[in-house]
Nanobody, 122 residues
Framework: QVQLVESGGGLVQSGAALNLSCAVSGTFFSISTMGWFRQGSTDQREMVAVWSSGGTMNYADSVMGRLMASRDNAKNALYLHMSGLKSEDTAVYYC????????????????WGQGTQVTVSS
């Protein structure tokens, strides 16, 4: 069974930095896309940063230049380095990964972590 576990959230002041981590565990064949999403006061889950299977990282305009995602394929891990945090960054941050559990490409499924809360006080 594939599991994604986020960590690193917390309460910080405006302008501070924070790093999130996401670890993928379980038995699987490969991971294609990975990314970070968040759900704030609007209750709509929005894309923060998504790493495509082609190796391209796409960021939401609202986080460009402040949040940076990185990926460690050897550790099956994804990270989100956040700086210059603003109150509008307050949200539950979720890790997402498209995981292929067998050699068949049709076995790929999207998996989500349980989320980690980031609160930025102004």
């Amino acid at each position: 069974q594939v599991q994604l576990v986020e960590s690193g959230g917390g309460l910080v002041q405006s302008g501070a930095a924070l790093n999130l981590s996401c670890a993928v565990s379980g038995t699987f064949f490969s991971i294609s896309t990975m990314g970070w999403f968040r759900q704030g006061s609007t209750d709509q889950r929005e894309m923060v940063a998504v790493w495509s299977s082609g190796g391209t990282m796409n960021y939401a305009d609202s986080v460009m230049g402040r949040l940076m995602a990185s990926r460690d394929n050897a550790k099956n891990a994804l990270y989100l380095h956040m700086s210059g945090l603003k109150s509008e960054d307050t949200a539950v941050y979720y890790c997402n990964a498209d995981v292929q559990v067998s050699s068949s490409k049709w076995s790929a499924r999207a998996h989500w972590g349980q989320g980690t809360q980031v609160t930025v006080s102004s």
